[in-house]
């Protein structure tokens, strides 16, 4: 009775959470304000290298559902075609985020970071290792984890009552705290490698100043494109660091996209 | 561009240091003989790998009266490193017959030296012209300026004059600065010209400079004619300052130094003192009106003048990632070097590198001239026939006082698909993974859209159970209740004893509510007498069959000797009670008094049970 008790309390909380099963909130459908279809107008745009006014469609898709990789990536498509490179990262960068084992996202990702003198794999990194790493999004991952868990404590709480089969269930116990805590583990070391705020320099060539104002001396420049931290904030400026260089400085804030 | 005759080119190569190696310098004359009465052009160019070249030094020159004529200078950056060439022109006059010697010109940057070689030129006696061709030019009209060392009433011995050939331009309008210095006397010396002060006004020299002969009142003149092109970059009133000549002059003697005879010829040499004079032209003023705002069109290109625009590319054929020149030459009459770079129309299907300008400058028939050739590299991203549209620009036309918009021709360029073994797109390097077998990679692109874009299912749910939020308290929660039940029940398992003490007044209470319930009077008592027996068997850890009351009394004096006689009476007056009632039910109405004897139970057992707990 008591594990079909919790599995009932785990499918009400999934019900109570989970979004509609539709891809957008029109039924599958990205209708654009005049009423057109911005996949298909945007793709029609695209294909005709219209990619200014493509990257319009998709940018007013994207507004109405943030979390669809898929339309971040045809975005990032858009954008790079047309010239801007520094938004297409940030584009492809949000996609990558959302499902990092997509293949066309990582390809796409590291063909535009290249342009800016970064690769999507860190040197000295095993590609393999790297796309191991980030087979899930930390969403995603989170996700995982939090089942690995549920499923850890039933198995326990049953081994814990049903003290006559514990024989049977110790080894599926053990089993699913073995996966939680792999889960856990990698869910914990993907949030701390990855940084809380980011963001790529969408400017041509970014000055990077010692301080938060015109009146601070440059200190380096910075190509369109490049990934960064984002430290802090004052006002209009942001306090950036690349960790690849070891160095940070602020910068205008309109010259940073974050992610 | 003048074409020199080339007679004689020397470029030597200064001080070997690492630096030095670029810097160089050489010399070219247009002639190397030259009559008395003729001039020698000598251009000395100057290159160097810094933007900013040292003037040449030249040597004292004792045959020569020399003058500059202008400098000109290109500057060209290429793969971020700077080069220019700075070219100083100069007119040499003989002043004497026989082998003149143009000695080493040097030029220096820091420990870095060059000098040119030796040029020698002859100075050989001008021909006689023919007769009623004497170079004879019309006095000027104005009294020049200037005073002479002359006989009253007569004209002076030296002067200027400067003058311009118009008084009212247009911003960025040529205009042209005649100064001529007359002298009747031979001078001691070379004269030093000093150019008039201007301000707000870009200039040019015109050389070459010009030599003839002119009357004044009645006295012959040798006259020097510098001309001058001005630019005026600001608008209002400009003031041209007063051109200066310093020069030395042999001070009144009696004896005629042009005299035919011999011995006044003879005595007139060297015996009178020099006389320095110094002697300016009048200031004048140059009326500049800014151009017309009305009509000026989007793509103004500041240049004033006339001007044609041409543009081509190296090739008519290309591939993707392989670059083509693009080559863009404005051509004309103007100050070419305010002239702004044509704006490019949009080239999506290009990667269009800055462009890198060059100026070079003409100064044929009094006007500069020109042409300015911008390069821009273009590198194709895509196969077909890709066009580059005209590319305009617009100039005022001074003479007809309104702005021309003249373009190029479109041009179009055939791009063929990549060459998989050529060099990557600029700025881009290529994956090294090579192409499979069989495979040809001709370019790399983004891969294309994503058709229908949607999330998956497994990434939506678990990305919800991620946001599941304080509902991951449940399974925790669970846990801990289950174990705190097993927790318990395992206490239980262990100590039977402990439980029934624990639990005894709890079951006899919920016995004795049962009793009230019950309307069978003897019932109600055997439940009664279960509950006082029950609770005292489990608080004695004696089993409730076969309990006495003595057995009871017994072990409360041993167990709790603290407790008093008259609970122990109570406890032996129910029990008595009870017994009574059950096995001698009273006469009558068999419920009498049970509801009295309940209570007193009820009120009995809390109290033991706090007795027990001491």
Redesign the interface.
């Known amino acids: 009775m008591?594990p079909a008790?919790?599995a009932l309390?785990?499918a009400a909380?999934?019900a109570?959470?989970?979004?509609s099963?539709t891809?957008s909130p029109n039924g599958?459908r990205h209708v654009g304000p005049d009423g057109h279809d911005a996949?298909s107008e945007?793709?029609r745009l695209?294909d005709a290298?219209d990619?200014k006014a493509a990257a319009g469609w998709y940018g007013q898709?994207v507004a109405r559902?943030r979390?669809?990789?898929?339309?971040h990536?045809?975005l990032?498509?858009a954008l790079?075609?047309d010239?801007r490179t520094g938004p297409a990262i940030a584009s492809y960068q949000r996609a990558f985020s959302?499902?990092p084992r997509d293949p066309?996202i990582r390809?796409?990702l590291d063909?535009?970071l290249?342009?800016a003198g970064e690769n999507l794999v860190p040197p000295g990194v095993p590609p393999l290792l790297f796309i191991a790493f980030h087979l899930?999004?930390e969403?995603?991952l989170?996700?995982?984890h939090?089942?690995a868990?549920?499923l850890a404590?039933?198995l326990?709480?049953?081994f814990?009552?049903k003290?006559s089969r514990r024989e049977t269930l110790l080894p599926w116990t053990a089993a699913a705290w073995l996966l939680w805590l792999v889960l856990g583990g990698w869910w914990l070391a993907l949030r701390l490698t990855t940084p809380q705020r980011s963001g790529v320099i969408v400017s041509a060539s970014a000055e990077i100043r010692s301080g938060p104002g015109d009146n601070f001396s440059v200190s380096f420049t910075a190509p369109e494109g490049r990934r960064v931290q984002i430290l802090s904030d004052s006002g209009e400026w942001l306090e950036i660091g690349m960790l690849k260089e070891g160095v940070k400085g602020w910068i205008a804030a309109a010259a940073v996209e974050p992610i | 561009m003048r074409a020199y005759a080339a007679l004689l080119a020397v470029a030597i190569s200064g001080a070997a240091a690492a630096h030095g190696q670029e810097l160089s310098i050489s010399a070219q004359v247009n002639k190397t003989q030259v009559a008395l009465d003729d001039q020698v052009v000598l251009a000395v160019t100057v290159t160097g790998p810094q933007a900013s070249l040292p003037d040449p030094q030249l040597p004292a020159l004792q045959n020569f009266s020399q003058y500059s004529s202008g400098r000109n200078q290109s500057i060209s950056f290429v793969n971020g490193r700077v080069s220019s060439s700075v070219t100083h022109t100069f007119v040499l006059v003989p002043r004497a017959l026989g082998q003149g010697v143009i000695s080493p010109i040097s030029v220096a940057v820091g420990n870095s030296r060059a000098q040119t070689e030796p040029i020698e030129i002859q100075v050989v006696r001008s021909q006689a012209p023919p007769p009623g061709a004497e170079p004879v030019q019309p006095a000027p009209a104005a009294p020049p300026a200037g005073a002479a060392p002359g006989q009253a009433g007569r004209a002076p011995a030296v002067m200027i004059t400067a003058e311009l050939d118009k008084r009212k331009v247009f911003v960025n309008e040529q205009a042209i600065l005649t100064v001529r210095f007359y002298s009747s006397v031979p001078l001691l010396g070379n004269p030093e010209y000093v150019p008039p002060k201007l301000e707000g006004v870009l200039t040019e020299d015109l050389p070459p400079l010009r030599n003839y002969n002119a009357n004044f009142k009645g006295r012959t003149y040798g006259v020097t004619e510098i001309k001058t092109a001005l630019f005026p970059m600001q608008t209002g009133r400009r003031t041209i300052g007063a051109a200066t000549v310093r020069c030395q002059l042999q001070q009144d003697m009696a004896l005629d130094p042009f005299s035919q005879d011999f011995f006044d010829r003879f005595f007139s040499q060297g015996l009178n003192p020099a006389q320095t004079k110094t002697i300016a032209s009048q200031p004048l003023q140059l009326e500049v009106a800014a151009l017309p705002v009305a009509g000026r069109p989007a793509d103004f290109s500041g240049g004033v003048g006339r001007f044609t625009l041409s543009a081509n590319v190296d090739k008519a054929r290309s591939q993707v990632g392989d670059a083509v020149n693009l080559t863009v030459t404005v051509q004309g009459a103007g100050n070419l070097k305010a002239l702004g770079n044509p704006a490019l129309p949009e080239l999506p299907s290009w990667r269009v590198f800055d462009p890198v300008a060059s100026v070079s400058q003409e100064k044929k028939g009094d006007t500069v001239s020109g042409s300015k050739v911008i390069r821009i590299v273009l590198v194709p991203r895509v196969s077909g026939e890709l066009a580059i549209p005209p590319i305009t620009m617009s100039y005022f036309d001074p003479g007809r006082q309104e702005y021309v918009r003249i373009h190029t021709a479109a041009l179009t360029v055939s791009v063929a698909p990549g060459d998989p073994n050529a060099a990557p797109a600029v700025g881009y390097t290529a994956p090294s993974a090579p192409a499979a077998k069989g495979l040809t990679r001709v370019n790399e692109d983004v891969i294309y859209l994503k058709v229908r874009p949607a999330l998956p299912a497994a990434t939506r749910w678990l990305e919800a159970v991620a946001g599941a939020g304080p509902l991951h308290s449940l399974p925790f929660l669970f846990f801990f209740w289950v174990s705190g039940l097993a927790l318990y029940r395992g206490r239980l398992a262990a100590d039977p004893q402990g439980v029934r003490y624990r639990a005894a007044l709890r079951a006899a209470l919920k016995q004795l509510q049962v009793a009230q319930l019950e309307n069978d009077p003897q019932k109600a008592v055997a439940l009664m007498n279960d509950a006082l027996y029950g609770y005292l068997a489990d608080k004695l850890g004696e089993p409730a069959a076969g309990l006495t009351m003595r057995r009871v009394q017994e072990l409360l004096r041993k167990r709790q000797p603290h407790l008093p006689d008259p609970v122990i009476a109570c406890i032996k007056d129910i029990w008595e009670e009870l017994d009574s009632r059950r096995f001698a039910p009273p006469a009558g109405d068999a419920a009498d008094g049970l509801d009295e004897l309940r209570r007193r139970m009820a009120a009995l057992l809390p109290d033991l049970d706090q007795e027990f707990k001491r």
Not at chain 1, 16 to 19: H, N
Not at chain 1, 67 to 71: G, I, M, P, S, W
């Open positions: 008591i008790y919790l309390t785990l909380a999934l109570f959470t989970a979004p099963a891809t599958g996949l945007g793709q695209y290298g990619y898709a559902e979390r669809n990789a898929d339309l990536y045809n990032g498509n790079f075609k010239g959302i499902r066309d390809q796409n063909f535009a290249r342009r899930f999004s969403r995603e989170s996700g995982l939090w089942l868990c549920w404590l039933l326990a709480g049953l814990v009552w003290g």
